[in-house]
């Protein structure tokens, strides 16, 4: 069912339509700070930790609070926060080319490290960083690192440079594990390492990731019942976030899948902001993250114009499942490695051609659109090579627009809405081909 | 006559095209955006209309009165200078009426008659000067009327209301008030009342040219006859979302560009368009479709406003600053495209005392550059190469794109046409024409 509920937002006092699986969602979300800010009442421990290579199962062992940066500097894009966050880390030294979701977090702790209920983020009694190519991430943690005085975990991920992954980079991968993240776990947390509580835990993800990858493959049908970008933001959250491995997880993906299905059934496009998308005229696949402080204005520049996300990049950067990759419960500690080895900011630029060419082919778009982000140097590294590659192995037309993470100011609406409608265009031309289009 | 419109609402000029049924450019016509589209559209509009009278009395003049022949440029220019001339006076009138109205309240206590009589030394004196003004081989400093009756009001303003002994600011505040309101008030509809009273003129002149006047008449008349059906309108541009087209009447720039140049060169593959806030570099392929395309982003660096602006700072035409550059025996090294960084880099190599021409062909290059990382983004140039928009016209930016074509492609043929600043037009109205045929 869709109910309309009300932005909680000042700035945006329209009715909203949010699916059932979207209020859970955002229960969720709500349930996860709760349980952040409460932590020191609680007497629990904080981990933080990226979401790409994120090891929720991991640390669910040893009864961390899970807190994840990427996920409070989004929140505070969503929420129009983020702008002055950045502002404040520019005016402690940072400049203004570096990632914007370091500068939302930096400047969320200058200004009180509040959390989106208000309440101050408890400091960390650990830093867990998993690698998994990003290097600004290894440079955040140390600046989270002087901040706190906490002990830090560096999980070093080896880049998938050669497109594959070996059993050596599988046993460096545990080894480390042994040898120095779960030993490390242990002593902060005092709890000891239980590997079957890790294997009932890797159970449930496995359960929740079926649930979503078949979600996300709906995206295959014609109209397409879910947008997998911009309604995929929303779906990728519990699995990507604290919750994978949890039985909220799997009711949540649960529920989600009856609902795309339901919609599926009745033939129905993806839920909106405005409602139910009534007609599918452009199928796209998106490459780069969305820009969250403009997040609806951006996804309305779709929607209006018919434009369907049928599969995206972005919602593979916490994990790639549909390629087959499952958590398995039978090889805990190798299929954390895999997991690590596998995500999509592990994976060279020749994968995420494969990928999205994949995608193209697969779920019949009629091309793809590259989001470059201002600030992330470094996946925006190449796509432009990307672009022309997917172009000439799918004879699909491509296009890029520019914008940022969090950064409000990188969001020029006219122009990205100028070149989105010429993308579109361009497309209805290429389709009509010498028919119409061209043919004088 | 079945017509199809193609309207470029641009950031800085609004140009429109004709095209008559078998998609011949009939008509063109450009006008300031003035911040107001909706009056830029119909003034675009009616001035291309204008030019598809012209056209239309060319084929008739060209059919019934062969004898014309090689003086028919001359003739026609004849007939055009005296529409102008009415359609100057027409404005004219309606700005000292505008003017009139706002003589009124505190300000002009007591001096309502002196400035009223001031007003009417100095219309009329603009009145006389129209006659000069749009004879052969007259002078104007522009084509827009704000430019011509402007500067000119305010010379002569100057000197009558000295010689009335009446302040001067008077005269100065009930025009800034009027131009505003008279530029955006739609023109009037009466082309072939002007048309009729410009043939007159021309009639007389008729011997002149050894024709007979009658034959003369009777072929104007009947092209001024002629019903112009507009069939089909499409809008591009940065205005046109905000103009009361439906969506099927809109369609990007990008594509209207990449259509209009394939329209005026067909074997096109790579387009450049540098316009007044925006640089594209698209490519498109064999019959004009669009396969790639990329724009600045975030930022109007290098485009024509940077130009425009430079142009100010140097206290210059905007047109004068292309014929300075290429007096340049070197070339000063600008690394700022950002347009509110000119101003002070452009003093900062002043001060060095680097020439102004140098520091000119620098700018110019520096745009250029910027221009060719924008479609080496896109996918690079591929022969034939066009260029378009307003920078087009301007010498040494082309003397520094051939350099760098040169430079980094090696030989491509560059396209350049006299109209490209219409590109966008026409291929809107190319759009228009195969949305109904």
């Known amino acids: 069912m869709t109910v309309i509920t009300t932005s909680r937002s000042t700035s945006e006092q329209q009715e909203v339509s949010k699916d059932d699986s979207m209020l859970k969602q955002k229960a969720m979300m709500a349930k996860h700070f709760d349980r952040l800010t409460s932590a020191r009442e609680n007497g629990e421990k904080v981990c933080s930790t990226f979401v790409p290579g994120n090891l929720n199962e991991l640390i669910m062992c040893f009864d961390f609070a899970n807190n994840l940066p990427e996920v409070n500097a989004i929140q505070n894009g969503l929420r129009k926060k983020s702008g002055s966050y950045v502002m404040e880390a520019e005016k402690l030294g940072h400049s203004e080319d570096v990632c914007t979701y370091v500068k939302s977090d930096v400047g969320m702790m200058a200004k009180g490290n509040l959390a989106p209920n208000g309440k101050p983020f408890p400091d960390p009694d650990l830093l867990l960083l998993s690698y998994t190519g990003c290097f600004t991430f290894m440079k955040w943690f140390e600046l989270l690192r002087e901040q706190y005085k906490c002990e830090t975990i560096m999980l070093h991920t080896p880049y998938e440079g050669d497109g594959k992954i070996t059993d050596n980079m599988r046993e460096y991968m545990v080894k480390q594990l042994k040898e120095d993240v779960i030993p490390t776990l242990e002593r902060v947390s005092g709890v000891k390492f239980d590997i079957d509580r890790l294997r009932e835990n890797l159970r449930r993800s496995a359960k929740a990731e079926d649930d979503l990858v078949y979600v996300l493959q709906t995206g295959r049908n014609r109209p397409s019942p879910i947008d997998a970008y911009f309604g995929g933001i929303y779906y990728i959250g519990p699995i990507f976030g604290a919750y994978r491995g949890t ?24 839920v909106t902001p405005d409602g139910v998308m009534e007609t599918e005229k452009y199928r796209l696949v998106v ?154 | ?76 220019s004849r007939l055009e200078l005296g529409f102008r001339r009415e359609q100057f006076v027409e404005q004219l009138n309606d700005l000292e009426q505008t003017c009139l109205q706002q003589v009124s309240g505190k300000r002009f206590a007591g001096l309502e008659d002196a400035v009223g009589e001031v007003l009417a030394q100095v219309f009329n004196t603009l009145r006389g000067e129209a006659t000069a003004m749009f004879a052969p081989g007259g002078r104007r400093k522009s084509d827009f009327f704000r430019d011509i009756a402007g500067s000119r009001y305010l010379n002569i303003a100057e000197d009558t209301a000295r010689d009335a002994d009446v302040p001067y600011d008077l005269l100065l505040n009930v025009y800034d008030k009027s131009i505003i309101e008279v530029e955006n008030r739609p023109p009037s ?137 290429m007096k340049a025996t070197r070339s000063v090294r600008i690394n700022s495209t950002c347009t509110v960084f000119a101003g002070a880099e452009l003093r900062d190599r002043l001060a060095l005392g680097e020439k102004r021409e140098d520091i000119l062909a620098g700018l ?58 219409y590109t966008g037009a026409l291929g809107a109205a190319t759009f228009a024409g195969r949305a109904v045929n």
């Not at chain 1, 799997?250 to 993806?270: F, H, M, N, S, W």
């Not at chain 2, 720039?253 to 007044?276: F, K, N, Q, S, W």
Request: contains cysteine; negative net charge; proline residues 4%.
């Open chain 1, 247 to 270: 039985d909220d997880a799997i009711d949540y993906y649960k529920t989600l899948r009856e609902e795309v299905d339901g919609r599926l059934a009745a033939g129905q496009g993806p």
């Open chain 2, 189 to 325: 509809e009466d082309m072939s009342g002007k048309f009729l009273r410009a043939l007159q003129e021309v009639v007389k002149v008729a011997p002149e040219f050894g024709v007979d006047p009658a034959t003369v008449e009777r072929a104007v008349k009947s092209a001024l006859g002629v019903d112009l059906e507009e069939v089909y309108l499409v809008g591009t541009g940065y205005g046109r979302v905000t103009l009361p087209f439906s969506k099927e009447h809109i369609r990007s720039e990008i594509l209207c560009h990449g259509l209009g140049a394939h329209v005026m060169y067909p074997a096109t593959r790579t387009v450049l368009d540098i316009g007044g806030q925006d640089t594209k570099g698209i490519q498109v392929d064999p019959e004009g479709i669009v396969e790639n395309f990329q724009m600045n982003d975030r930022c109007a660096a290098g485009c024509g406003r940077y130009l425009g602006y430079i142009a100010d700072e140097m206290n210059m035409g905007l047109h004068e600053l292309g014929p300075l550059a």
């Open chain 2, 1 to 76: 006559m079945r017509t199809f419109v193609g309207i470029d609402l641009g950031s800085t000029t609004t140009k429109a095209v004709l095209l008559d049924d078998n998609s011949v450019i009939i008509g063109r016509g450009i006008t300031n955006s003035r911040s107001n589209y909706d009056t830029a559209t119909r003034v675009a509009k009616l001035e291309a209309m204008i030019d598809a009278r012209l056209t239309l009395c060319r084929r008739a003049l060209g059919a019934d009165v062969p004898e014309l022949a090689d003086k028919l440029d001359d003739f026609l």
């Open chain 2, 364 to 421: 110019h290059r520096a745009i250029i550059l910027r221009a060719m990382s924008i479609i080496s983004r896109s996918g690079g140039i591929r022969d034939e190469f066009t260029f378009t928009g307003g920078v087009a016209k301007n010498e040494a930016a082309v003397r520094e794109l051939d350099l760098l074509v040169k430079e980094n492609y090696g030989e491509v043929k560059i396209n350049i046409d006299p109209g490209s600043i």
């Open chain 1, 287 to 440: 490459e780069g993250p969305p820009n969250y402080t403009s997040f609806r204005d951006f996804w309305k520049m779709f929607y209006e114009e018919g434009a369907v996300v049928v599969a995206s990049s972005y919602t593979k950067v916490g994990g790639v499942y549909d390629f087959g990759f499952r958590h398995d419960p039978d090889n805990p500690l190798e299929t954390l490695a895999d997991y690590c080895l596998g995500v999509y900011t592990n994976r060279s630029l020749p994968q995420r051609v494969d990928m999205l060419v994949n995608y193209v082919n697969e779920y019949e778009a009629d091309g793809l659109l590259i989001n470059s982000i201002k600030s992330c140097n470094s996946f925006s590294a190449g796509q432009l090579l990307i672009m022309r590659e997917v172009e000439k192995r799918t004879g699909k037309p491509a296009a890029f627009v520019e914008s940022d993470l969090v950064d409000p100011r990188y969001f020029s609406a006219a122009n990205i809405k100028n070149r989105l409608e010429s993308y579109f265009q361009m497309v209805d031309q290429k389709r009509d081909g010498s028919a119409k289009g061209a043919a004088a």
